[in-house]
């Protein structure tokens, strides 16, 4: 028996995957006063960090599931490839390259504007990216996330963070939390790290757009067209 997978069914459910952090935004005061956040609005970054990673896990084993049944392989070939652990978007990449056969180099002239601090201030603006940029940063955050998740430290204000906790090799770069543009740098303390209010923003927008030029490869390689319309972008958090 024939069963027919397309990629707008794996975006469908990313989107529902997605609505969860993208109300959690709107916990956040607005206006934003001026100043560190209360304890309980911090506590939204994480979760937030925690529920986009996770939305994205399940969405690039969905996307590499789909391709690699799309193109004629077994179940076993399929479970023995498309269980991921924790992945950033160049994984992603990877895996669908080598499991599918599809190339994912990435859009050209493409741009991604991630907020940005300037130096340790409390001062942030909209600064453009690469998708190379995006996959780097992206390895970057599965730190954060580690570091959330396995309690190394709670995420809420300013906290020393650890070195790398995984053991995944990025060429010959080793990737943390503490890299320079992720987490919000604090004055007077440079051991400490923040996931404030604008890491998290980028950190969703990161993944989001990654999402986006992922299925739209996949799409692209079947001949179909997919509608990303109803999958939060955060471009207006």
């Avoid at 001026?34 to 990673?53: H, Y």
């Avoid at 049944?69 to 077994?74: A, L, S, V």
């Avoid at 990435?106 to 190379?132: F, V």
């Avoid at 998740?149 to 080793?174: C, D, M, N, S």
Wanted: charged letters at 20%; proline letters at 5%; glycine letters at 8%.
């Amino acid at each position: 028996m024939q069963i027919d997978v397309d990629v707008q069914s794996v975006v469908n459910r990313y989107a529902r995957a997605l609505r969860g952090p993208r109300l959690l935004f709107q916990l956040w005061p607005n206006p934003r006063k001026a100043g560190r956040p209360k304890e309980a609005q911090s506590a939204l970054c994480g979760a937030i960090v925690l529920g986009v990673t996770g939305a994205f896990e399940a969405f690039a084993e969905d996307l590499v599931a789909a391709a690699m049944i799309r193109n004629g392989y077994g179940w076993a070939q399929v479970a023995a490839n498309a269980d991921l652990t924790n992945p950033n978007i160049d994984d992603a990449r990877a895996k669908l390259a080598h499991a599918a056969g599809i190339d994912v180099s990435g859009p050209q002239n493409w741009t991604l504007k991630l907020p940005t601090q300037s130096g340790t201030s409390t001062a942030w603006a909209d600064k453009p990216y690469t998708w190379g940029d995006v996959l780097q940063k992206s390895k970057s955050w599965l730190e954060v996330r580690h570091c959330i998740a396995h309690g190394a430290v709670t995420g809420i204000g300013a906290e020393t963070w650890p070195g790398p906790l995984t053991t995944k090799k990025h060429g010959t770069k080793v990737v943390s939390a503490n890299d320079d543009g992720i987490l919000a740098q604090i004055k007077g303390k440079p051991a400490e790290r923040a996931l404030y209010f604008w890491p998290t923003v980028s950190c969703a927008r990161i993944f989001s757009a990654g999402a986006f030029v992922l299925a739209k490869s996949v799409a692209a390689e079947f001949n179909e067209s997919v509608d990303l319309s109803g999958v939060p972008d955060f471009s207006n958090v």
